[in-house]
């Protein structure tokens, strides 16, 4: 075990810590969105609605991550409108990229952990705000949705630490975040254990914070332990 | 527009499909060396040595933890050095280098036997302990109790399970493409590469992927099914 290469390369390691974050937080956020919508669509009732969110989900969760990034990456560049319409001042950058596909698959897998929050809140408090005059719209920002942040918090942070595993993957589009500079590292030094160590540490302690500030998060929503 | 996807030299179907018979068997051997760990695992988690548990419990919060392409990397660069170590121990000397198919097997294995790890260990607990004291008060040997009447159990109730675990598999082995194994991933980009037609063939990825998918589920429905007979839930009585 040579520890001065892994002191030496955590200095370097870390450096690519705010590019992981900056990436993760700005697609979760994104996603969030993009989940809640799709959830809506899924539970609308309509079919026209329903069926489109139920098949983007399907083919988001059955498909590797890595496909739908080189998809976005590769795939879409090849058309010549889409190098010529206004986003590709976008997709023509791997870190746009990066988060375009990291948003799109938080949205879909967080839309079904959105969507089971939302099915599990009790039919009385809907009818129970609907005797009360509470339109609709009120009634999904007044009672629903603060229910099923509660119901949906643990779940949710399971795919905030899927989140940050996945955004190890941009680094094959070149962006130089932990897994990339640990990558380059490994490939200069020929010590791929001592970098694993020391890069892989470093995501757990990131995960280790989230699965703190999760349950912090949840102490105070007052989620009981599921037994 | 589909002729680059002719059968034979003159297409990249047969590759693709090539492509796709590679990952279903890198998937499936990754998965059974999986759910061999996660047995392993399980019982140490189960078991009351806390110096079992705590391995246990390492391996998997480690695993858990940290990206599916570090730990691919660590095989990928580390693999063959470690095997060479150990066969140094039992006085091989030579040079051994893995193949992309074992590291690739290897190091998805060691990821899907963690996630199996949690559903084994779950679907043991689940069992009623009422179940252990009686084979052990009727006197059933170890292998009477755990292999005729826990397993069979267990593995009912961890199937639901193991076929989630199957589909984080199935997609972590496009991974592997990174170590130049030639799936269904990789394939697609040295076809792309070489024809300048990324979007159709990272399409066609897709769909095989989707097949793959459908395929799986409907065998995994079925097994759950075949194995579900003659019980009636708790709910149903």
């Avoid at chain 1, 500079?181 to 791929?192: G, L, M, N, Q, V």
């Avoid at chain 1, 990131?206 to 007052?222: Q, T």
């Avoid at chain 2, 267990?154 to 030639?182: E, F, Y």
Wanted: with cysteine; glycine share 8%; aromatic share 12%.
């Amino acid at each position: 075990m040579r520890f001065d290469l892994m002191y030496e390369s955590f200095f370097k390691i870390v450096e690519g810590v705010p590019l992981t974050l900056q990436v993760v937080s700005i697609s979760t956020v994104l996603g969030i969105f993009l989940a809640v919508a799709v959830a809506l669509m899924r539970i609308s009732g309509s079919k026209f609605m329903s069926l489109p969110a139920y098949y983007f989900v399907y083919l988001i969760r059955g498909t590797p991550l890595l496909l739908q990034l080189y998809f976005v990456y590769y795939g879409l560049s090849q058309f010549e409108f889409i190098r010529e319409s206004i986003l590709w001042p976008l997709l023509k950058e791997p870190y746009w990229c990066g988060i375009i596909t990291l948003t799109i698959s938080t949205g879909a897998y967080s839309s079904e952990i959105i969507r089971g929050g939302i099915l599990s809140v009790s039919k009385n408090y809907i009818e129970a705000a609907e005797a009360l005059g509470l339109s609709q719209a009120k009634t999904f920002m007044l009672v629903t949705l603060p229910i099923t942040v509660r119901q949906a918090l643990p779940a949710y942070g399971n795919e905030l630490i899927l989140m940050v595993k996945a955004s190890s993957l941009i680094s094959i589009v070149t962006l130089m975040e932990i897994t990339g500079i640990a990558r380059t590292i490994i490939s200069k030094t020929y010590a791929p254990v001592e970098i694993f160590l020391v890069a892989g540490s470093i995501y757990l302690a990131i995960n280790f914070i989230i699965v703190m500030f999760v349950s912090l998060s949840e102490r105070r929503l007052g989620i009981e332990k599921a037994t | 527009m589909f002729d680059v996807f002719a059968l034979g030299p003159t297409g990249w179907g047969d590759e693709m499909l090539m492509g796709a018979v590679m990952t279903v068997l890198v998937s499936t051997s990754s998965l059974l060396l999986g759910i061999t760990i996660g047995i392993v695992f399980a019982a140490c988690k189960l078991s009351n040595f806390f110096i079992l548990r705590a391995i246990a419990e390492v391996y998997t919060t480690i695993i858990r933890g940290i990206p599916e392409l570090l730990v691919i990397y660590l095989l990928f660069f580390g693999g063959s050095s470690a095997v060479m170590y150990l066969a140094k121990i039992f006085g091989y000397m030579g040079y051994i280098e893995l193949n992309a198919f074992t590291i690739g097997t290897i190091a998805v294995g060691a990821i899907s036997g963690a996630y199996s790890t949690e559903v084994i260990r779950g679907a043991v607990n689940s069992v009623p302990k009422g179940q252990f004291e009686v084979g052990k008060t009727l006197g059933l040997s170890g292998y009477s109790l755990y292999g005729k009447i826990i397993f069979p159990q267990v593995a009912r109730i961890a199937l639901p399970g193991i076929g989630n675990v199957w589909q984080i598999t199935l997609k972590d082995t496009a991974l592997i493409s990174v170590t130049g194994l030639v799936e269904i991933m990789r394939q697609s980009r040295i076809a792309a590469g070489s024809t300048h037609e990324p979007f159709i063939f990272y399409t066609a990825a897709i769909i095989l992927y989707l097949l793959i998918t459908r395929l799986s589920n409907i065998f995994f429905d079925s097994a759950e099914k075949k194995y579900s007979k003659g019980y009636v839930s708790k709910e149903a009585i």
